[in-house]
């Protein structure tokens, strides 16, 4: 490792199975990290407790090595101390850029047309400025209360190694965002800022259907004064359909893959070409590493046909 080099990360929820998908992403993480001498952390993403499946925080350590992965000092479970997160609210309730909200789940999908791109539903800012503390809101109203952050009016711009400068309407697409749910759970947006930041991560590859949330990271760091990582944002790998692929779709799940035989060089090798890295039939994610560069990859989205499943399937180790 060189002096002063970065310091990237993987950072899987264990709410399922990891696809072909995921192994690209967390390939390229690694092969960009790794490729220039830097530091590569695993945070296993384990807060949402009503999503994370018993079993699957195993499975995924699992995949990562399969693939050949590695990772600097033992991996950082996010559940097991929330105190940092605990923290930050407090601060950024402190600071009054924050308060607390108790309208529910139903109440907002009620008050607020869903956003037209996705299922998100803007918050109308129902609570804002009326009670001071959580304590309080709790108390006037007997109810438990979120915590959502004041955002401001106007666009959050987002410069993406990758895709450029991208401009966001956090206000506008969802307004004041939940940083800790009613139920005391730490809200995605916030837990990820405070981690890469206490950890000292300052470079983020991850796949292109996180890019909106940078934009609101963008905004926790900067209401908690915390530096901005870069970011690289890497398009998705789509089916022959151009959908997602899932954590549902099990048949193309690294484990299942795993479980069933197939040589994890012929993942790897599958991912680096999808990337555009030259490499042969089979490699090891190391193999990939001395040729390895970023700005090769493509700027679409990577299709995973009927042909390559067949050709990975066939790949027997
Ligand atoms: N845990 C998140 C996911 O699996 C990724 C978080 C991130 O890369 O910031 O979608």
């Known amino acids: 490792m060189s002096a002063g080099a970065s310091t990237g990360r993987l950072a899987p929820s264990p709410t399922g199975r990891l696809h072909l998908g995921h192994a690209r992403s967390f390939l390229l993480a ?4 790794r490729s220039r001498g830097g530091r590569m952390l695993l945070r296993v993403e384990d807060l949402d407790r009503e999503r994370v499946k018993p ?24 559940s097991v101390d929330t105190s940092p997160m605990q923290r ?18 139903a109440e907002v999908a009620a008050l607020s047309a869903p956003h037209a791109s996705d299922d998100e539903t803007r918050y109308p800012g129902t609570c804002r400025g009326k009670w001071r503390t959580p304590d309080g809101a709790e108390k006037a109203t007997g109810r438990k209360s979120a915590v959502r952050l004041l955002v401001d009016d106007g666009p959050i711009e987002v410069n ?22 009613r139920d005391g759970a730490f809200a995605y947006q916030l837990a990820v800022v405070v981690d890469d930041a206490r950890t000292g991560v300052d470079e983020i590859v991850r796949g292109a259907d996180l890019l909106p949330s940078a934009a609101r990271q963008k905004w926790v760091q900067a209401r908690l004064a915390l530096p901005h990582p870069r970011w690289w944002h890497v398009p998705l790998v789509v089916d022959e359909s151009g959908a997602r692929l899932a954590k549902r779709r099990g048949d193309l799940s690294l484990a299942s893959l795993r479980e069933s035989g197939v040589d994890p060089r ?45 050709r990975l399937l066939a790949a027997r180790a």
């Open 30 to 33: 690694w092969w960009h990290a």
């Open 55 to 78: 079993g699957y925080v195993d499975g995924v350590l699992l995949d990562l090595a399969w693939l050949g992965l590695d990772w600097d000092g033992a991996p950082l479970l996010q």
């Open 88 to 105: 930050a609210v407090d601060a950024l309730l402190a600071a009054g850029v924050a308060y607390p909200c108790v309208c529910t789940r």
């Open 160 to 181: 993406d190694g990758f895709l450029g400068a991208r401009a966001f309407d956090v206000a506008g697409s969802v307004g004041d965002f939940v940083v800790r749910r």
């Open 266 to 310: 012929a993942v790897v090798a599958w991912a680096a070409r999808a990337s555009r890295q030259p490499c042969e039939d089979r490699v090891t994610a190391a193999e990939v590493l001395p040729g390895f560069a970023l700005e090769r990859v493509g700027r679409d989205d990577v299709v995973l046909g009927s042909k390559d499943v067949e």
